[in-house]
Nanobody, 120 residues
Framework: QVPLVESGGGLVQSGGSLRLSCTAAGVTVDDEHIGWYRQAPGQERQGLACISRIEGRTYYVDSVKGRFDISRDNAKNTVYLQMNNLKPEDTAIYYC?????????????WGRGTQVTVSA
């Protein structure tokens, strides 16, 4: 398995911003499709955003489009999720994952997650 490590979670106030990082060991992120997911208590895990190895194309679900931005820094071998205008309903554990067959495909490797809590 490829180790993935998320970081940057924490407690923020509603309307605030947070940047999450996903670092992969043993793999080059610009050779992979990387997705961000979240899971709130009692809810199923949902995909939020993805950055493709194909021309660095990005994709977002409607609930975060315009608020969240996914990007990568190849020199640091890191994928980021910039989250702006956070809302209490964004509270969840956030995960990054390698997707095996493009951004429309399934996740094949997961990190352990990082907690994001947004207070009202």
């Amino acid at each position: 398995q490829v180790p993935l490590v998320e970081s940057g979670g924490g407690l923020v106030q509603s309307g605030g911003s947070l940047r999450l990082s996903c670092t992969a060991a043993g793999v080059t992120v610009d050779d992979e499709h990387i997705g961000w997911y979240r899971q709130a208590p009692g809810q199923e895990r949902q995909g939020l955003a993805c950055i493709s190895r194909i021309e660095g194309r990005t994709y977002y679900v409607d609930s975060v489009k315009g608020r969240f931005d996914i990007s990568r820094d190849n020199a640091k071998n890191t994928v980021y999720l910039q989250m702006n205008n956070l809302k209490p309903e964004d509270t969840a554990i956030y995960y990054c994952a390698i997707k095996s067959r493009g951004c429309a495909g399934r996740a094949s490797h997961w990190g352990r997650g990082t907690q994001v809590t947004v207070s009202a």
